[in-house]
């Protein structure tokens, strides 16, 4: 963590936040007003949450949802560069998966009982290599468009979501599958792993 502050200042950004959450099980529904938690204690924490005030934290990985379901999920619509509409719900149009993602969390609250808890996206972002579809391109495509977006919000809920990206650094010697040590905006020597824009 003593690196962290000098990685910022030497890519000339100021004012990041580092965050941790536990990740949330919904199902995500097709379309999105369909999702639902599937974990029964789920009811009661999204009750609290909105009794207190509280947001839910959510890991929203579209990388993930592609990667698992290739057949049926447009790379496009995952890295935010779909041309158009590509699933129409009701009234919302739908024209990445992220925001998709995101609404099926808010359809998930709403069925709860819950639906004025506000949703903080707690990790996104893209690998860089180390499996399908990681690559520079498509990590700095996403992450950027990420960024771009978020001040819009989702068909669902407009206005600006607050969002953190998954992760200040690549992890060479984390453990597990290869793609998880190339989620950083920055390699592990600290140079930047591609150009960004905040």
Do not use: C
Request: aromatic share 12%; net charge neutral.
């Amino acid at each position: 963590m003593k690196n962290v502050n000098a990685a910022l200042s030497a890519a000339g950004l100021s004012g990041i936040k580092v965050s941790t959450a536990v990740q949330s099980g919904v199902t995500a529904g097709y379309p999105p007003s369909q999702g639902t938690f599937s974990a029964s204690h789920m009811g009661p924490i999204a009750q609290y949450l909105a009794t207190t005030g509280a947001p839910l934290l959510a890991n929203i990985y579209p990388y993930f949802s592609y990667v698992g379901n290739q057949a049926s999920i447009d790379i496009k619509y995952a890295l935010f560069t779909s041309s158009g509409t590509v699933v129409q719900d009701g009234s919302n149009a739908y024209q990445n998966l992220f925001d998709a993602l995101v609404d099926t969390f808010y359809s998930a609250l709403g069925s709860a009982g819950a639906g004025n808890v506000k949703i903080v996206v707690s990790e996104s972002g893209w690998p860089s290599a180390g499996g399908t579809a990681a690559s520079t391109a498509n990590a700095q495509t996403y992450n950027q468009n990420l960024i771009n977006h978020v001040g819009k919000g989702t068909p669902k809920r407009p206005g600006a979501i607050e969002t953190y990206i998954f992760a200040m650094f690549n992890e060479n010697k984390k453990t597990g599958d290869e793609t998880e040590k190339h989620f950083g905006l920055f390699n592990a020597d600290k140079s930047p792993a591609y150009s960004i824009s905040f």
